[in-house]
């Protein structure tokens, strides 16, 4: 028997964070949104009892340090499922790009494995298993745009954003979370973006009210370290888009558009920065 599951991309329209908790993670506020640039899965049952990942991305881990492994490791030992998975991941989403691609992988893996272990789980209780992987895996679980509190996982599901194009854009490097976390003093963040009117924009339909309010701090330490992550931004600006943010952690940075025929010369223009751009569609 098989399994299908798309893990779609996520950005953030916003992110702020409060404070350093003091389990070591920030208290964040995030407006959370995906798109549909998106990795596959398929998820095949196996007679013995092991987990094997493959896929045709060779810039992966396929051990227990994979997210989707981990994800079925956490089924299987906490519900004693004897059974094995083979599980192939065809990459589409950029790695350590501030897109959640492994933790949109490791949502979809508790979805499908649901279905193809018939573990009867709620989404509920896949958001709370999905917590234990990573702090954006809840979010993935179920996706659509919410508020997500707490250092994550705290959901609160809201309207979708009004139907837009965002071109993406992930120069050749690779951002650590944890490093930029790390940097950034949010007792010294002096300026913060605000959850409620983006929540408020987005929920009345608004798409320049979104645009005009998006915020991350995070890019405050991203763009120190990256300068290029801020000649990507200004590069969009110039070439017309509508609203421009890094998405996470970054360094993907993303343009929101709004209309068809500036998304040609958006995407064109960004090709000479950087190998890695799409045009897609937010997902509603």
Not at 122 to 136: F, K, N, R, T, W
Not at 198 to 224: I, P, Y
Not at 262 to 269: D, L, T
Request: glycine share 8%; aromatic share 4%; hydrophobic share 45%.
């Amino acid at each position: 028997m098989k399994m299908y599951e798309k893990a779609p991309a996520k950005i953030n329209l916003m992110l702020d964070v409060l404070h350093k908790r003091p389990d070591g993670f920030h208290e964040v506020e995030m407006i959370m949104t995906m798109v549909d640039l998106a990795d596959r899965l398929e998820l095949s049952e196996l007679r013995r009892d092991t987990i094997i990942i493959s896929s045709q991305a060779g810039y992966i881990p396929l051990d227990e340090k994979n997210l989707a492994f981990q994800a079925a490791r956490l089924l299987k030992d906490r519900y004693g499922v004897e059974r094995g998975v083979h599980i192939h991941l065809d990459k589409k989403i950029p790695v350590a790009a501030g897109l959640a691609g492994g933790s949109s992988d490791a949502a979809a893996a508790l979805r499908g494995l649901n279905r193809l272990w018939r573990l009867s789980l709620s989404s509920e209780e896949l958001q709370e298993l999905g917590a234990q992987l990573g702090s954006d895996v809840p979010f993935c679980v179920t996706g659509g745009t919410a508020l997500a509190t707490g250092r994550g996982e705290k959901l609160t599901p809201i309207a979708n954003m009004p139907q837009c194009w965002v071109v993406l854009a992930k120069p050749p490097i690779n951002v650590s979370t944890a490093e930029v976390y790390g940097k950034l003093r949010a007792n010294r963040i002096a300026v913060h973006p605000s959850a409620r009117l983006m929540r408020e924009a987005v929920e009345a339909g608004d798409f320049q009210a979104v645009c005009s309010r998006l915020g991350n701090v995070l890019e405050e330490v991203t763009l120190k370290l990256h300068p290029e992550v801020q000649q990507l931004k200004e590069a969009m600006i110039r070439l017309g888009a509508d609203g421009v943010l890094m998405s996470g952690s970054g360094p993907t940075v993303f343009a929101l558009v709004s209309k068809q025929s500036k998304v040609a010369r958006i995407y064109n223009g960004l090709r000479g920065f950087c190998k890695e751009v799409y045009a897609v569609r937010s997902l509603t």
